[in-house]
């Protein structure tokens, strides 16, 4: 369930607590949480309703009913989404700790099921901001897989999504250093 920053900044400024979405079937659940630029993001329920009021609306964001309306898909069925913030980011915490024995013990445990932790790290390293596909392309690694991969050492505090490509972070630079 995506986002625009927008609708991030009211939700997250207190604004709105609502959204509405057309699905065949709701990609989040009721207790789920996302996390989103802004922070985790806690979908507190989600429900199948038959249609919606003004004020529904307003606290989804929109001026009125008939502006909601036109931002829905006109396909499937309605769902009403309350969300609610839920907090920051576990991640960025992650991206400050230090490198321990731990991390490299799972990253060993990784890259000896399938070698690609220490290149993807240092691909990463060597090429800031750089797009997905053509750093697959040199590792001659389809860009789908690298991407699973990098979100994987994202995870884990290492990397950093940039509006085009990714970059390390210090733990990352730690993790890469000891590893090799």
């Excluded at 630029?37 to 038959?50: K, Q, R, Y």
């Excluded at 400050?96 to 060993?108: C, G, I, Q, T, Y």
Aim: aromatic share 4%; net charge neutral; proline share 4%.
């Amino acid at each position: 369930m995506l986002f625009r920053m927008s609708a991030l900044d009211q939700i997250f400024g207190g604004e709105v607590d609502l959204a509405f979405r057309r699905w065949q079937r709701p990609t989040v659940k009721s207790g789920s949480t996302l996390r989103t630029p802004m922070g985790v993001l806690h979908i507190e329920s989600v429900d199948e309703v038959a249609d919606f009021t003004h004020d529904e609306a307003r606290r989804a964001g929109h001026d009125d009913r008939e502006s909601q309306l036109e931002a829905l898909a006109s396909e499937g069925t309605l769902f009403r989404i309350q969300v609610a913030p839920g907090g920051e980011d576990p991640r960025i915490a992650l991206r400050s700790a230090p490198v321990d024995e731990a991390l490299l013990s799972r990253l060993r445990r990784m890259h000896a099921r399938r070698t690609w932790t220490q290149a993807t790290l240092a691909i990463i390293d060597d090429q800031p901001g750089v797009r997905a596909p053509v750093l697959a392309a040199q590792l001659g690694r389809e860009a789908k897989a690298f991407k699973r991969d990098v979100r994987k050492l994202k995870e884990l505090g290492l990397t950093l999504s940039l509006p085009v490509g990714y970059s390390l972070t210090d733990r990352g630079a730690g993790a890469l250093e000891a590893l090799e």
